[in-house]
């Protein structure tokens, strides 16, 4: 959960699939397709999305790499097929290795990817790739082919459909740009992302070197709301061998002298990254959950599983039968964040009562939601205990959320888990560092394991670090190499 992390409202994509369908040309193909979205309308889209990914996720600041990126991306865009578009790019805090791309030219990569990346080649064929995704319009495109009913916006970890709604709305709602795209959008990305990358004087053998490098981490699940690259962009098949292929037909057609691949200069950029979970933004260690910037702690019950999101922290048994949210209130006030919440969470006040959680003014709820079944008209009840504690004029929540037949074996769990939440002063717990990517300079020629070993690697850590830079421990690797370690 992050400093920044506020709620914010849910996308207004229900406007997107009910528009009246038109035909237009594909600006790539230039053959007529049925489209529900505009292209003006996908500007006001990414102009809508922008914000909200920003402010749900995060973003890196690393300004160099952001110059690089938006500068070369820039340069893609002039030549693509849609040169006129206004394309913008962000790096986003997450460890999670992806790159996406949503409607009206808006790119984002992630940290994680960067630190994925070995040379500036590979970073632009990604982004060549993402900008065909643009160009293409595949991405209305599938919001036009999907009817938003067969959608299942469940998020993160949440252990049951019926406490989705306890979950962050807006992240729900952004799962509707992480569709998966089919086999014939991502061999088009392919092909637009090898044809825009080579014509700016990239070798796009690179690109095909990362998505192998992709396919041997087999990346399928999702952290912090942003899923994995292969779960939004499903590899295609022989995806390495076509590509290579397609450079060597560009490069054959463009005769350019030297392809650039430059691998130094982006090593030296990277160092310094923040390499996977920063716990500067909450971290777990024994049974206790600590936000170094924010200050506070709490336990976590025994035996359940915690998910970290920059929205909210989710807490939920192996068996599915409970789930604990914590997050921030937009409001200032205890009353009027009880009062705002509950309302948009359509929950029925059953008692509430004030009192203090280690010193700080707090407000306990008991409440109930009734819901019908429109299939077989039966009647269900979740009971939630909610928790509205003022810290230093921050308002943290608490909700703590179960079936009426299973919440009184939850409730005090669900209670001393809220009322042990606190201030935390320990510096050990606040001073933590995130591990950061490191590019050091080989001394001595041998193998990438001699390597490693010189600069101290436990040989535990060796084959993930091989990944990493992309070689094999038994590479040869020359004195002056610059590689890439985690510190």
Known sequence: MKKITFPVKALLLVISVLLIPSCAINPVTGKKQLMFVSESQEAAMGAEYDPQIVSSFGLYDNQELLNL???????????????NLQYHFRIL???VVNAFAVPGGYVYVTRGILAQFNNEAELMGVLGHEIGHVTARHSAQQMTNQQLAQLGLVVGMVASKE???FADVASQGL???FLKFSRDHENQADRLGVEYASKIGYDTHKMADFFNVLKKMQLESSQGGIPTFLSTHPDPGDRYDRVNQLTDVWQDSLGISKWEVNQDNYLRMIDGLVYGEDPRQGYVEGNMFYHPELKFQYPIPGGWTLANSPLQVQMSPENGKALIVF?????????????ETLKNLNLDVLNSTRNTVNGMPALGVLSEQASQDQ???ETSKLKVLSYFIDYNGQIF?????SNEADFDSYFRLFESTMVSFNKLTDQRKINVEPKRVRIKQVQNSGTLADAFRAFGIPQADMNNLA??????????????????IIQ
């Open 375 to 377: 299939q077989t008209g």
């Open 467 to 484: 990944l990493l830079n992309d070689l094999e421990l038994t590479d040869r690797v020359e004195r002056g190499k610059l590689i890439k």
């Open 93 to 95: 805090d997450s460890p």
């Open 69 to 83: 990126i938006t500068e070369r991306g820039t340069e893609i865009g002039k030549i693509s097929h849609r040169p």
């Open 163 to 165: 406490f989705a709604k």
């Open 397 to 401: 929540v608490f909700h703590g959320v």
């Open 175 to 177: 799962q509707l740009l």
């Open 327 to 339: 997050t921030l209130a937009q409001q200032n006030n205890l009353d009027q964040a009880a009062s």
